[in-house]
């Protein structure tokens, strides 16, 4: 019976014998699959940094304005977000772990040029359900110096980000605040610098801090708590966004920040939630004029959002304003019936209000993945894990890089360390005695001679007429 098995294994090893053309053309074959890889991915990661086009669509600035205000209205009242800057670094899975166990959330902006050295960290922060941002390349002060210096560090950050975290990021966090300040995003009462709408202008929406730990240059955990407490008293309950680091001494106070925090009254939230106005509405309690609650709150961003109410009427409280808003939108609704009521009584309840649910269907907006799809940063999944591994063999060659250079200045350093030294011992030692003549050079001579006067005589008289040259002359008989 003939053994198949055997048969196809024997003529396989005759194929990949040494020497044969079987083997030499398919280790080729292999060799030029492995660079044409190479090519390719080495040629579209840095065409990201060079060409700096972005499928991502622009955000009206009309439509950041409101996420500003929906900030600052009372729905927001009791909440404070915690952001963390400059990342990754070594403390950035320290301070993660802490608030993961606390079930804190989290905003971390990353640097471009941190991620890409340590990717790993990048990943895993997002892994554990955390929010991150983009936060330039370089960190430098003139990212925001014109329009084309902003794409060159935002676009190659998002890149890497996209590659290892498999979605878009939807904040940048200019360093040093650049262009925003205070504000935790683009402010509709005043004047911005031209640099703010290049940011919208390319998919972002910007995101600053009203709250400075100043944790930066801070000596003790209890310097930072302080800090951000006393900023959270003075604001008298409104919302707060929190400027923070990944440095250690900040790793170190997390927790009893947050356990402060949360003692003060405040809920800690994420950014999310405090710029993303609510699309579905329900209305539970019933209202009456001089009503403070989160529905009062609710409603009156409805009508708000609806064109009924004006900014100046988020007041938090059920007043006259409100109840005229209402009025208008049930006139205006058919669907709602006129509450005649309305206006004798005050009140927001029994028919009015569950005639607002009912009109007011519960709607589940699915994210939109589609800028990711057309982004071709994701063409297939073959390119999306062949550029994931690419980045962190990138990452791996500039730590190895990094480390021979780290070693090749510590061994200069130990070199200088000997050399040094002695070179000064040999400069300040004493020197010994020259035979006295006045002469450009100066020279010790040996001579050595066993029992040779006639050597001994010819060689210091051929010695002795050399000219510009002091000489000592030691015979070793």
């Given at each position: 019976?003939?053994?198949?098995?055997?048969?196809?294994k024997?003529s396989?090893?005759?194929?990949?014998?040494?020497?044969?053309?079987?083997?030499?053309?398919t280790?080729?074959v292999?060799?030029?699959?492995v660079?044409?890889?190479?090519?390719?991915?080495?040629?579209?990661?840095?065409s990201?940094?060079?060409?700096?086009?972005?499928?991502?669509?622009?955000?009206?600035?009309?439509?950041?304005?409101?996420?500003?205000?929906?900030?600052?209205?009372?729905?927001?009242?009791?909440?404070v977000?915690?952001?963390?800057?400059d990342g990754?670094?070594?403390?950035?899975?320290?301070?993660?772990?802490?608030?993961?166990?606390?079930?804190?959330?989290?905003?971390f902006?990353?640097?471009?040029?941190?991620?890409?050295?340590?990717?790993?960290?990048?990943r895993?922060i997002?892994?554990?359900?955390?929010?991150?941002?983009n936060?330039?390349?370089?960190?430098?002060?003139?990212?925001?110096?014109?329009?084309?210096a902003?794409?060159?560090e935002?676009?190659?950050?998002?890149?890497?980000?996209?590659?290892l975290?498999?979605?878009?990021?939807?904040?940048?966090?200019?360093?040093?605040?650049?262009?925003?300040g205070?504000?935790?995003?683009?402010?509709?009462?005043?004047?911005v610098?031209?640099?703010?709408?290049?940011?919208?202008?390319?998919g972002?929406?910007?995101?600053?801090?009203?709250i400075?730990?100043?944790?930066?240059?801070?000596t003790?955990?209890?310097?930072?708590?302080?800090?951000?407490?006393?900023?959270?008293?003075?604001?008298d309950?409104?919302?707060g966004v929190?400027l923070?680091?990944?440095?250690?001494?900040?790793?170190?106070?997390?927790?009893?920040?947050?356990?402060e925090i949360?003692?003060?009254g405040?809920?800690?939230?994420?950014?999310?939630?405090?710029?993303t106005?609510?699309?579905t509405?329900?209305?539970?309690?019933?209202?009456?004029?001089?009503?403070?609650?989160?529905?009062?709150?609710?409603?009156?961003?409805?009508l708000?959002?609806?064109?009924?109410?004006?900014?100046?009427?988020?007041?938090?409280?059920y007043?006259?304003?409100?109840?005229?808003?209402?009025?208008?939108?049930?006139?205006?609704?058919?669907?709602?019936?006129?509450?005649?009521?309305?206006?004798?009584?005050?009140?927001?309840?029994?028919?009015?209000?569950?005639?607002?649910n009912?009109?007011?269907?519960?709607?589940v907006?699915?994210?939109?993945?589609?800028?990711?799809?057309?982004?071709g940063?994701f063409?297939?999944?073959?390119?999306?894990?062949?550029?994931?591994?690419?980045?962190?063999?990138?990452?791996?060659?500039?730590?190895?890089?990094?480390?021979?250079?780290v070693?090749?200045a510590a061994?200069?350093?130990?070199?200088?360390?000997?050399?040094v030294?002695?070179?000064?011992?040999r400069?300040?030692?004493?020197?010994?005695?020259?035979?006295?003549?006045?002469?450009?050079?100066?020279?010790t001579?040996?001579?050595?001679?066993?029992?040779?006067?006639?050597c001994?005589?010819?060689?210091l008289?051929?010695?002795?007429a050399?000219?510009?040259?002091?000489?000592?002359?030691?015979?070793?008989?």
């Amino acid at each position: 019976m003939i053994d198949y098995c055997r048969l196809f294994k024997g003529s396989l090893f005759m194929h990949f014998t040494p020497g044969s053309l079987f083997r030499q053309y398919t280790v080729r074959v292999l060799a030029l699959i492995v660079l044409a890889s190479i090519g390719f991915l080495t040629y579209n990661f840095f065409s990201k940094f060079l060409i700096l086009t972005t499928d991502r669509a622009p955000i009206h600035a009309a439509d950041i304005h409101k996420k500003y205000i929906y900030y600052q209205s009372p729905i927001n009242d009791g909440k404070v977000a915690l952001t963390f800057d400059d990342g990754p670094t070594e403390y950035t899975l320290p301070i993660a772990q802490e608030l993961k166990e606390l079930n804190i959330p989290a905003t971390f902006f990353f640097v471009g040029g941190n991620a890409i050295a340590q990717p790993w960290i990048a990943r895993e922060i997002h892994q554990m359900g955390f929010t991150i941002g983009n936060h330039s390349y370089t960190h430098r002060t003139n990212v925001h110096s014109s329009e084309d210096a902003m794409r060159r560090e935002l676009l190659p950050t998002e890149y890497i980000l996209e590659t290892l975290l498999g979605e878009h990021t939807d904040y940048y966090r200019p360093p040093f605040l650049l262009s925003i300040g205070s504000d935790v995003t683009l402010n509709p009462y005043i004047v911005v610098p031209e640099s703010s709408l290049w940011i919208s202008d390319l998919g972002f929406v910007p995101l600053g801090a009203d709250i400075d730990s100043k944790d930066w240059y801070a000596t003790s955990t209890d310097t930072i708590i302080h800090t951000v407490v006393s900023q959270l008293k003075a604001r008298d309950g409104k919302a707060g966004v929190v400027l923070l680091h990944d440095r250690f001494m900040t790793s170190q106070s997390v927790d009893k920040l947050a356990l402060e925090i949360r003692a003060h009254g405040y809920s800690i939230v994420s950014v999310d939630e405090m710029l993303t106005p609510p699309t579905t509405f329900v209305f539970n309690k019933d209202l009456s004029l001089g009503s403070k609650d989160s529905d009062v709150a609710y409603l009156q961003w409805f009508l708000f959002d609806k064109g009924y109410l004006p900014v100046w009427g988020l007041t938090g409280v059920y007043d006259m304003a409100t109840v005229d808003a209402v009025a208008r939108f049930e006139v205006d609704e058919p669907e709602l019936g006129h509450t005649t009521s309305l206006y004798a009584t005050g009140r927001f309840s029994g028919a009015t209000r569950d005639a607002f649910n009912a009109l007011i269907e519960e709607k589940v907006v699915a994210a939109d993945d589609s800028l990711i799809a057309a982004s071709g940063v994701f063409a297939t999944a073959f390119t999306k894990n062949l550029e994931f591994g690419y980045l962190y063999t990138l990452s791996g060659l500039i730590l190895v890089i990094s480390w021979i250079i780290v070693v090749s200045a510590a061994l200069i350093a130990l070199k200088l360390a000997v050399v040094v030294p002695l070179h000064i011992y040999r400069l300040l030692r004493p020197s010994r005695p020259v035979a006295a003549g006045v002469g450009e050079m100066s020279a010790t001579v040996l001579v050595p001679a066993y029992n040779e006067e006639e050597c001994i005589h010819a060689t210091l008289k051929s010695l002795i007429a050399q000219t510009n040259v002091d000489l000592e002359i030691i015979v070793v008989d």
